[in-house]
T-cell receptor, first 113, second 113 residues
Framework: ETGVTQSPTHLIKTRGQQVTLRCSSQSGHNTVSWYQQALGQGPQFIFQYYREEENGRGNFPPRFSGLQFPNYSSELNVNALELDDSALYLCASSLDGFQETQYFGPGTRLLVL | GQQLNQSPQSMFIQEGEDVSMNCTSS?????WLWYKQDPGEGPVLLIA???AGELTSNGRLTAQFGITRKDSFLNISASIPSDVGIYFCAGLSNAGNNRKLIWGLGTSLAVNP
């Protein structure tokens, strides 16, 4: 059984740039949720993808967008990066939209300069 | 974004001591979850609570879902060095069709061997 993996592990960007983060879900899971975790804070829910459709969204602007592919892996795209976007981005996979039983990846640490 | 009130913010204890932390919200939740996050890792689910008043144990960990559905606590008995980490509570909100996890700010636990 393959766990949740994320790439890259670390990334440095400058303000105004765009970034794409990737997540491979655990084998057998069809749902991916994305979270932003600023330093010293708890994770904040960005959105969830279930069977390639967005299935819930937190309070993040439209410049945060995502995709889920037929193999259930997912991408998080952030346009027009701002300094406050610096954070750990976590993805979690689960079955059928259930966040109660999700498994997290190790995260991508993004620094925006 | 919305975050739950979690206390204490940090704890430094001796090995063998018991630990208690709690989480409160102004909103009602149908599910309470407790996670542990180690440095460089994503959160790992410790205990899930699904019913008001429910008391659930997982080894040395015990958690309760408050009767008002607005709070929860986690106890760790006979702490050991590997208990070190950040503990998060999270409540699952079912507002409309937008199910999302709301997280606490975390309790950082240090254990002196």
């Amino acid at each position: 059984e393959t766990g949740v993996t994320q790439s890259p592990t670390h990334l440095i960007k400058t303000r105004g740039q765009q970034v794409t983060l990737r997540c491979s879900s655990q084998s057998g899971h069809n749902t991916v949720s994305w979270y932003q975790q600023a330093l010293g804070q708890g994770p904040q829910f960005i959105f969830q993808y279930y069977r390639e459709e967005e299935n819930g969204r937190g309070n993040f602007p439209p410049r945060f967008s995502g995709l889920q592919f037929p193999n259930y892996s997912s991408e998080l795209n952030v346009n027009a990066l701002e300094l406050d976007d610096s954070a750990l981005y976590l993805c979690a996979s689960s079955l059928d939209g259930f966040q109660e039983t999700q498994y997290f990846g190790p995260g991508t640490r993004l620094l925006v300069l | 974004g919305q975050q739950l009130n979690q206390s204490p913010q940090s704890m430094f204890i001796q090995e063998g001591e018991d630990v208690s932390m709690n989480c409160t919200s102004s909103s009602i939740f149908n599910t309470w979850l407790w996670y542990k996050q180690d440095p460089g890792e994503g959160p790992v689910l410790l205990i899930a609570l699904y019913k008001a008043g429910e008391l659930t144990s997982n080894g040395r960990l015990t958690a309760q879902f408050g009767i008002t559905r607005k709070d929860s606590f986690l106890n760790i008995s006979a702490s050991i060095p590997s208990d070190v980490g950040i503990y998060f509570c999270a409540g699952l909100s079912n507002a409309g069709n937008n199910r999302k996890l709301i997280w606490g700010l975390g309790t950082s636990l240090a254990v002196n061997p």
